[in-house]
């Protein structure tokens, strides 16, 4: 799929999506991601999806500076579907000797 640069307003990007991003360290799944700044840096800060023990629907952010890889889904169910697919692929070739992948 091709890929275009985005000179939008990022806000609007993010309104009604669910955001799933990725920094160095770990990934965060957000709901309603809006921009905030808290300490002098930009932040998203949103609400964590149902479903996650011990995090389920918490406020949670992660600054903006720190985020490597970002994805945007419709809904909680497309970002379900698309984790358990990738769950899924992970676990396959995980399982192959790495002399199989020449």
């Known amino acids: 799929?091709?890929?275009?640069s985005f000179d939008g307003d990022l806000p609007k990007l993010f309104s009604g999506k669910v955001l799933h991003c990725?920094?160095?360290r770990?990934?965060?799944?957000?709901?309603?991601?809006?921009f905030e700044t808290i300490g002098g840096r930009l932040f998203v800060v949103g609400m964590t999806p149902p479903g996650w023990p011990g995090y389920e629907s918490k406020v949670a952010a992660v600054a903006?500076?720190?985020?490597?890889?970002?994805?945007l889904?419709?809904?909680v169910e497309e970002w379900q579907t698309s984790q358990r697919v990738w769950r899924a692929a992970k676990r396959?070739?995980?399982s192959?000797?790495?002399f199989s992948f020449g």
Do not use: C, H, I
């Open 1 to 4: 799929m091709p890929t275009e």
């Open 22 to 24: 990725w920094t160095q």
């Open 26 to 34: 770990t990934g965060m799944v957000l709901l309603g991601g809006r």
């Open 64 to 71: 903006w500076d720190e985020v490597a890889t970002f994805y």
């Open 73 to 75: 889904y419709d809904t």
């Open 92 to 94: 396959k070739m995980n």
């Open 96 to 98: 192959k000797s790495w």
